[in-house]
């Protein structure tokens, strides 16, 4: 089955076509690192990386680019009001920007460009701009001629009629008309700034995604990703200036993720609820925090509150405990079986079943309902009392392939107490139905993980041995 994924640009899902055969080039649009990321801003890394994973698990390889915005009007108010120069701040929460993303599950970029290193090609490209009649100069700014592009809002589905209105031209600006977005901002006293042709100054912030594209992957990508609020105006600004200068098609498909709620309420600092992952994953597993966003699907909304991630949690260690279970069993298990064949089929069934879910448009929230019917299956072989070393690594194999997909890990070194509670319930029921082999089994278990109970008449305690 060939993927499908939904495309903003046509508004339908299409059959995934890359440019070249086996290859993607694909851009995500990066932070703006002037603070720690946010919740919202966690959600695209996560999703992305696990697009960029399922196409690499698919055999296709991968060019994948994301950037970082380290220089613009809020770097330039961070730096002022913390005393600090603009590419300190900027190096601080890259290095932020990269440890939280790496404790979410996700990979680092291909290349992740910065705009304070892309300088020359962004002022290359803006020339072109205007030597072609697509943008000109006022005042020491620079501004793109929005009208002479006469597919302008063909992503976000807007004539430049409608785009017109609520558009003014604001006090000090020079363009020519309220559509036209800027390209490069002559510099203020005391501001960050390059010498270009225009004078000292900066880039705009859409130039500077289209002139990183075209060098690391070309005129034309295959996926162009970031969040839903990006849009308009910012990839809409892109295809513009891209398509402009390029004269061909920019990305062949556009893809946008869902916006984040808090608590049933848009994230605002205002608000008083803007949630930081530095912050929340020093609170909860940030395994948890990744297996939350990829439980429903990526163009959809999603509620971030306490309780849904206390739920996502205790969903996430059944799995680990599926994943231990069967772990502990293998060590006990012969090949003498003589259903090994029909149970390694049927686990197969379950990653065909997985790829049918992430080839319908990345459907996470699916693909994770296969892997609790997995572990359902996993819990259910082990009930046998003649287990199989090689169907049970058939079992551990799928858990750790598709685990890599998603970016999760169902390994642990160290039961959690609710794992524990879960574990001492099945060796309760185990005694009540007379299975003490399997009674017997689980307390050994606990006992290799340093978990040590003691039968009283008040019911089954445990503590931990600390070594």
């Known amino acids: 089955m060939a993927i499908k994924l939904y495309n903003t640009l046509t508004r339908e899902k299409e059959t995934f076509e890359p440019l070249e055969k086996g290859k993607v080039k694909m851009y995500v649009c990066g932070p703006t690192v002037y603070n720690y990321i946010h919740i919202g801003n966690a959600r695209p890394a996560i999703v992305y990386d696990t697009v960029r994973r399922y196409l690499e698990y698919s055999g296709y390889e991968v060019n994948y680019v994301s950037n970082f915005t380290d220089v613009d009007d809020k770097l330039i108010k961070a730096a002022n009001e913390l005393g600090e120069d603009v590419p300190t701040i900027a190096d601080r929460f890259i290095d932020a920007y990269f440890e939280d993303v790496s404790a979410l599950g996700c990979k680092r970029a291909t290349v992740h460009p910065r705009v304070t290193e892309s300088i020359d090609i962004i002022i290359d490209f ?101 969040g839903q609020d990006l849009t308009f105006p910012h990839h809409e600004n892109e295809i513009a200036q891209s398509e402009a200068l390029n004269e061909k098609l920019f990305a062949k498909y556009w893809m946008h993720n869902g916006y984040i709620n808090i608590n049933n309420e848009k994230m605002s600092k205002s608000l008083g609820n803007f949630v930081l992952v530095h912050d929340i994953i020093k609170e909860i597993d940030p395994q948890v925090v990744r297996f939350f966003m990829l439980s429903v699907h990526y163009r959809h909304p999603i509620n971030f509150s306490q309780e849904l991630l206390e739920s996502t949690k205790n969903a996430f260690e059944r799995l680990k405990t599926s994943y231990a279970n069967l772990q502990h069993r293998k060590n006990s298990s012969t090949n003498l079986t003589d259903d090994n064949e029909a149970w390694i089929s049927k686990i197969h069934d379950y990653r065909d079943q997985f790829k049918k ?111």
Not at 127 to 147: C, P, S
Not at 149 to 166: M, P, T, V
Not at 367 to 385: C, G, I, M, P, T
Not at 426 to 448: H, P, S, V
């Open 126 to 226: 803006i020339q072109a701009l205007i030597d072609k009649g697509y943008a000109y100069e006022a005042g020491g700014d620079v501004y793109y001629k929005t009208r002479e592009f006469k597919e302008y809002g063909k992503l976000s589905h807007q004539s430049i009629d409608e785009l017109r209105l609520g558009n003014r031209i604001d006090i000090g600006e020079k363009k020519q008309d309220a559509l036209d977005f800027v390209l490069w901002k002559a510099a203020k006293e005391g501001e960050i700034s390059w010498e270009s042709p225009w004078g000292h100054g900066r880039p705009g912030w859409h130039i500077e995604c289209s002139a990183m594209a075209k060098k690391y992957l070309g005129d034309t990508i295959d996926i162009h990703a970031g």
């Open 357 to 467: 879910e992430m080839d319908d448009d990345f459907n996470t929230a699916n693909a994770v309902s296969v892997l609790f019917d997995l572990a359902k299956q996993a819990n259910y072989y082990l009930q046998e009392l003649n287990t199989s070393e090689e169907v049970i690594q058939a079992f551990l194999n799928e858990f750790d392939q598709l685990g890599d997909v998603l970016g999760v890990n169902f390994s642990q070194t160290e039961l959690l107490d609710a794992e524990i509670d879960e574990l001492i319930e099945k060796r309760i029921q185990a005694r009540k139905d007379r299975n003490f082999a399997l009674a017997d089994e689980i307390r050994d278990q606990l006992k290799e993980m340093n978990i040590i109970l003691e039968d009283t008449p008040q019911g089954t305690r445990w503590k931990r041995i600390v070594e």
